[in-house]
């Protein structure tokens, strides 16, 4: 999570911009979407975009109830262009390694010792900041 270096609350938080919220694609997302672009804001660093997972296991102690609402949840945010897939995970050979996604709102970080199938980027592949303004952009696949 990112560090709140002013202000009244101290440590970390999980924030999602406001010109994102304001986006049609976040405004109809399902609230189970939301909650899961919540999660991957719980684990966001500001140093680890494209290292973000969500697996079953890791959010069933936070309430999660479903396996294919999680499924569906990821679906959802992938085609609203909210997240994409930095690493597709790995089953079978006696390998069990997640999906792993990034922001589309954030620069891709450079993680160290954590290969992608994306390179890092140094402006976020969606700009919410333009479509907000009417500019029209190239949007990422």
């Known amino acids: 999570m990112a560090q709140l270096k002013h202000g009244k609350t101290s440590g970390p938080i999980a924030a999602i911009p406001k010109d994102v919220m304001d986006s049609e694609d976040y405004r109809t ?8 672009l919540f999660e991957f804001a719980r684990q966001y660093t500001l140093k680890n975009n494209g290292k973000l997972c969500a697996t079953f296991s890791q959010l069933k102690p936070r309430g999660w109830r ?8 990821i679906k959802e945010l992938l085609s609203k262009n909210l997240i994409m897939l930095t690493k597709r995970g790995m089953y079978g050979n006696g390998k069990r390694e997640p999906n792993f996604y990034a922001f589309t709102f954030q620069k891709i970080d450079r993680v160290e010792g954590f290969e992608m199938d994306v390179s890092p980027t140094r402006t976020p592949p969606r700009k919410f900041t333009l479509e907000v303004r009417g500019i029209n952009y190239k949007r990422a696949a």
């Open 29 to 36: 997302l399902s609230f189970s979407a939301k909650a899961l």
């Open 66 to 73: 479903s396996e294919d609402t999680l499924r569906r949840g």
